[in-house]
């Protein structure tokens, strides 16, 4: 949606190279970076065997496909699988999965329902809750920051904010089903949905019109739709998906940065000094590690792409974090630093008509539980070695040891 | 290469030359202009960018998108008959000597 203009390639371009590895092994996703660099290194669009379709990793072809709907488009789901053929198994995301002029009508309701001025009202609330619990880490000084800030803070204001009712050892167990059927239809998959299976009713039924909480943003979206500025039907699919979207890569967010600000004991220490800073922190932990890894787009017709020639029909995974470290862009990419000029550049946001409609919510939740934190601790290191939940398109911490020094 | 001066909440002015193609947006925060916030980086989701243009210049900007104009009424120092997002602002020729104000509060 940049009023930019962008190049459009014709013509006849060179076969994409075959890359013949799996990036949803839980040993790639484990450690995505050297999947990463070969993806990048290798060609501008690379042809992924395993799964017949192509793939991208640097930032220029990142942005064109996520951006370039009419060639690129999203109505075929922005999951693995193709939602036009038979056997669709996931359910279609009413505002994600359509394309512009659809889109956009859709997608101006929406945000009129969250738009920058009905959240900056949330702040004060958000503050308090920050309050609470910095004042109970504070206390425990040994957390997980993962449970203890992270969880503990988004899982409470964002299903507050949206007014719904999500118990938090529901909330990760439906962000690992949801990130993981973007991708195949793998044995990690499918051990996330066996997981889910007795709360599936519970989940169907949390984003209905009755289970709407008084004053939440979701009841507005029922009032949106009945009042004719969204489709019939579409209020429940559209709840569900800020469901989807906002919680896990929020919550991913926030432990990315607490992870590289633990490591880096002097770029905390100027938070602490300015705790306005903490911005910058933020939008650098998902530029470093991005929360949303992989989507996914559909070739319209037959084009070209960074010379290469890609055919009608076959589906385009958009590696997203990997073009967050592509040394065409960045430099040192695989360092963490807080005074780059990332806002607006990265694509940890994606990037275009679909570009994340919840990015002000997610960057205020983060600044505010950030700076609660960093103006009442002095001091955070690392007491045990981070782990990582494993998700075919989410990247996120499972279990972050810190130890926390209050002033 | 066509210039663009941006005046300051404090009343300061800061002229940039800004190439034919490019956004004021990308033009003031690359210069490092803090009252040019440009969050979502041109995507008409964050308001952050919001100027007023100088009035004679305004028959020369492009037309605002039915986006653009919803925006604007989304903008924390609120919407004046001369309200723009900068990020919506492509340079032109036409466009060389233009005068922005910086809208007062961006965030
Ligand atoms: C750090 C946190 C977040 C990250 C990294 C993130 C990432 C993304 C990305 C990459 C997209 C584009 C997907 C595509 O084009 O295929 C997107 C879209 C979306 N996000 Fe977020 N998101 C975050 C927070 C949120 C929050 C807090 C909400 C809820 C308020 C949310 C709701 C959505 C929705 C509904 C869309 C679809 C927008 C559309 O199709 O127009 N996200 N997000």
Same mark, same amino acid.
């Given at each position: 949606?940049?009023?930019?203009? !962008?190049?459009?390639?014709? &013509?006849?371009? +060179?076969?994409?190279?075959?890359?013949?590895?799996?990036?949803?092994?839980?040993?790639?996703?484990?450690?995505?970076?050297?999947?990463?660099?070969?993806?990048?290194?290798?060609?501008?669009?690379?042809?992924? #065997?395993?799964? +017949?379709?192509?793939?991208?990793?640097?930032?220029?072809?990142?942005?064109?496909?996520?951006?370039?709907?009419?060639?690129?488009?999203?109505?075929? &789901?922005?999951?693995?699988?193709?939602?036009?053929?038979? &056997?669709?198994?996931?359910?279609?995301?009413?505002?994600?999965?359509?394309?512009?002029?659809?889109? /956009?009508?859709?997608?101006?309701?929406?945000?009129?329902?969250?738009?920058?001025?009905?959240?900056?009202?949330?702040?004060?609330?958000?503050?308090?809750?920050?309050?609470?619990?910095?004042?109970?880490?504070?206390?425990?000084?040994?957390?997980?920051?993962?449970?203890?800030?992270?969880?503990?803070?988004?899982?409470?204001?964002?299903?507050?904010?949206?007014?719904?009712?999500?118990?938090?050892?529901?909330?990760?167990?439906?962000?690992?089903?949801?990130?993981? #059927?973007?991708?195949?239809?793998?044995?990690?998959?499918?051990?996330?949905?066996?997981?889910?299976?007795?709360?599936?009713?519970?989940?169907?039924?949390?984003?209905?019109?009755?289970?709407?909480?008084?004053?939440?943003? +979701?009841?507005?979206?029922?009032?949106?739709?009945?009042?004719?500025?969204?489709?019939?039907?579409?209020?429940? &699919?559209?709840?569900?998906?800020?469901?989807?979207? +906002?919680?896990? /890569? /929020?919550?991913?967010?926030?432990?990315?940065?607490?992870?590289?600000?633990? !490591?880096?004991?002097?770029?905390?220490?100027?938070?602490?000094?300015?705790?306005?800073?903490?911005?910058?922190?933020?939008?650098?932990?998902?530029?470093?590690?991005?929360?949303?890894?992989?989507?996914?787009?559909?070739?319209?017709?037959?084009?070209?792409?960074?010379?290469?020639?890609?055919?009608?029909?076959?589906?385009?995974?958009?590696?997203?974090?990997?073009?967050?470290?592509?040394?065409?862009?960045?430099? !040192?990419?695989?360092?963490?630093?807080?005074?780059?000029? /990332?806002?607006?550049?990265?694509?940890?946001?994606?990037?275009?008509?679909?570009?994340?409609?919840?990015?002000?919510?997610?960057?205020?939740?983060?600044?505010?539980?950030?700076?609660?934190?960093?103006?009442?601790?002095?001091?955070?290191?690392?007491?045990?070695?981070?782990?990582?939940?494993?998700?075919?398109?989410?990247?996120?911490?499972?279990?972050?040891?810190? !130890?926390?020094?209050?002033? | 290469?066509?210039?663009?001066?941006?005046?300051?909440?404090?009343?300061?002015?800061?002229?940039?030359?800004?190439? @034919?193609?490019?956004?004021?947006?990308?033009?003031?925060?690359?210069?490092?202009?803090?009252?040019? @916030?440009?969050?979502?980086?041109?995507?008409?989701?964050?308001?952050?960018?919001?100027?007023?243009?100088?009035?004679?210049?305004?028959?020369?900007?492009?037309?605002?998108?039915?986006?653009?104009?919803?925006?604007?009424?989304?903008?924390?120092?609120?919407?004046?008959?001369?309200?723009?997002?900068?990020?919506?602002? @492509?340079?032109?020729?036409?466009?060389?000597?233009?005068? @922005?104000?910086?809208?007062?509060?961006?965030?």
């Amino acid at each position: 949606m940049s009023a930019e203009p !962008r190049p459009v390639e014709d &013509g006849k371009g +060179g076969l994409p190279p075959v890359l013949d590895v799996d990036p949803f092994t839980e040993e790639v996703l484990a450690d995505p970076y050297p999947f990463h660099e070969h993806l990048r290194e290798l060609a501008p669009v690379v042809e992924l #065997a395993r799964y +017949g379709i192509y793939a991208v990793g640097r930032h220029d072809e990142v942005q064109t496909v996520m951006s370039d709907h009419e060639r690129f488009m999203a109505a075929a &789901g922005t999951g693995l699988y193709d939602l036009r053929k038979p &056997g669709a198994w996931r359910s279609r995301s009413p505002l994600l999965e359509c394309d512009p002029p659809d889109h /956009t009508r859709m997608r101006m309701a929406l945000t009129r329902i969250i738009s920058p001025v009905v959240v900056r009202k949330w702040r004060a609330d958000f503050e308090t809750e920050a309050q609470r619990v910095v004042d109970r880490i504070i206390d425990m000084r040994e957390i997980d920051a993962v449970r203890d800030v992270a969880e503990a803070f988004v899982l409470t204001v964002f299903p507050a904010s949206l007014g719904v009712d999500i118990p938090h050892e529901n909330a990760v167990a439906i962000g690992d089903m949801n990130f993981n #059927a973007i991708g195949p239809n793998n044995d990690i998959f499918q051990r996330s949905l066996r997981k889910v299976e007795p709360i599936l009713e519970w989940y169907q039924q949390s984003f209905q019109r009755e289970s709407m909480i008084e004053g939440g943003f +979701g009841q507005r979206i029922y009032e949106a739709e009945d009042a004719g500025e969204l489709p019939v039907d579409s209020a429940p &699919g559209l709840v569900r998906s800020f469901i989807r979207g +906002g919680m896990d /890569t /929020t919550i991913a967010g926030i432990g990315f940065a607490l992870n590289q600000l633990a !490591r880096n004991p002097a770029q905390w220490a100027k938070l602490h000094d300015d705790p306005a800073l903490v911005k910058s922190a933020f939008e650098e932990a998902i530029r470093h590690e991005s929360p949303s890894q992989t989507q996914f787009r559909t070739v319209v017709r037959n084009t070209v792409l960074g010379g290469m020639q890609l055919v009608a029909d076959r589906k385009v995974a958009i590696f997203m974090g990997a073009a967050n470290r592509d040394k065409r862009k960045w430099e !040192r990419p695989e360092e963490f630093d807080i005074s780059r000029r /990332t806002t607006g550049v990265h694509l940890a946001f994606g990037w275009g008509a679909h570009q994340c409609i919840g990015q002000m919510i997610a960057r205020m939740e983060a600044e505010v539980i950030l700076s609660a934190l960093a103006r009442r601790v002095r001091r955070i290191e690392l007491s045990g070695t981070p782990t990582y939940r494993l998700i075919n398109t989410l990247r996120t911490l499972e279990c972050l040891p810190l !130890r926390v020094e209050p002033v | 290469m066509p210039k663009v001066t941006f005046i300051n909440p404090d009343e300061s002015r800061v002229e940039l030359d800004v190439p @034919v193609g490019q956004s004021l947006m990308r033009a003031a925060t690359a210069a490092g202009i803090d009252g040019i @916030v440009g969050d979502c980086g041109g995507g008409l989701t964050c308001a952050t960018c919001h100027v007023l243009v100088q009035e004679e210049f305004l028959p020369d900007t492009p037309p605002v998108t039915p986006n653009e104009d919803q925006m604007l009424d989304f903008t924390a120092m609120g919407r004046h008959p001369t309200s723009r997002l900068s990020c919506q602002l @492509v340079m032109t020729e036409a466009l060389d000597g233009l005068v @922005v104000r910086i809208a007062d509060p961006q965030l």
